[in-house]
């Protein structure tokens, strides 16, 4: 929709965001492996010593290996924040300039430096085709309405993954439940025994599905919320101090569709990028025929 996105350096930007994304989204998926897979190892240890009945000594190397993981985990998270981050002001810069609005200073305190965005985007291994028109090709209507519908674009993207992806993880906590209960069952274990080997190492794999439901939930509902008025504002555009409404919508896009938005896989990305490309391509040409009709 707008000439400038495919300028050298702010498709600079878009490569410098991808990368840090994507290396946030690894680093999480670190997390998430291990914190799965050390689960049942525990489990395998306390059966295999109290069921089974095989010698085994290295309780206190179990536990030192569990409380030792929390440890690591909390900063590979803080670490991954810091990747998010980038990947989050570099994606604010390429708005401000591609969408002509003004930096909130307040809000983002320190942007991201050439620096950061020279490193991002030379390590950057993907396809740069994937990169040219991000918001479509260029289309003549008024900017701001371009820009709105733009924004609404980066909202309607992440809901429409994020439905998805909330389905996945639900039937993921339904599979650890159902996993849980047959495993109890399967060997006859009383209700101590399930809760000291199956329950208490699970509670960390239930507690980051249960934040990542919740989180998911509260974002797609948000979301829907703040698509209905940037509709509403396109319906009324030349009643609205537009440049000031883009900047709010961008403040909203920046704070809770990037710095605190639950990240998506890239192999789950990719599964539904050329659908969901497709859906959105149509629908914002439906919406700027509307309000900009060819040839008015």
């Given at each position: ?6 300028m ?20 999480k ?6 914190s ?18 095989i ?10 290996i ?9 900063f ?98 339904g ?16 209700f ?32 829907r ?31 809770e569709?990037?710095?605190r ?9 990719k599964?539904?990028?050329d659908?969901?490309?497709k ?18």
């Amino acid at each position: 929709m707008f000439a400038n996105q495919n300028m050298g350096t702010n498709l600079e930007l878009l490569r410098a965001m991808r990368y840090f994304y994507s290396k946030a989204k690894n680093i999480k998926t670190v997390v998430l492996i291990v914190s799965i897979v050390l689960p049942l190892v525990y489990m395998g240890y306390r059966y295999a010593k109290n069921v089974a009945g095989i010698e085994l000594e290295y309780d206190a190397l179990v536990i030192s290996i569990g409380l030792v993981w929390i440890l690591i985990m909390y900063f590979l998270e803080q670490y991954a924040d810091k990747f998010i981050a980038h990947g989050a002001k570099a994606q604010e810069e390429f708005d401000v300039r591609v969408f002509d609005i003004h930096r909130n200073d307040v809000l983002i305190l320190e942007g991201i430096s050439e620096e950061k965005i020279f490193d991002g985007q030379q390590a950057f291994k993907g396809d740069d085709e994937a990169l040219q028109n991000w918001y479509g090709e260029e289309r003549d209507a008024p900017h701001y309405l371009k820009v709105l519908i733009a924004q609404r674009m980066n909202i309607i993207w992440g809901n429409e993954l994020k439905t998805k992806y909330k389905v996945l993880t639900d039937l993921l906590i339904g599979f650890i439940a159902l996993f849980a209960i047959s495993i109890a069952f399967y060997f006859n274990m009383s209700f101590q025994d399930s809760l000291i080997f199956i329950v208490f190492p699970l509670i960390p794999l239930f507690y980051l599905s249960f934040k990542t439901s919740r989180n998911l939930n509260r974002q797609i509902v948000q979301n829907r919320s703040v698509d209905k008025k940037i509709l509403h504002d396109c319906e009324n555009f030349k009643a609205i101090n537009e440049k000031q409404r883009c900047r709010i919508y961008q403040d909203y896009i920046y704070s809770e569709n990037r710095i605190r938005s639950v990240l998506i896989p890239d192999w789950f990305y990719k599964l539904f990028k050329d659908g969901t490309n497709k859906k959105l391509s149509a629908t914002n040409e439906k919406i700027l025929e509307k309000y900009a009709p060819k040839g008015e």
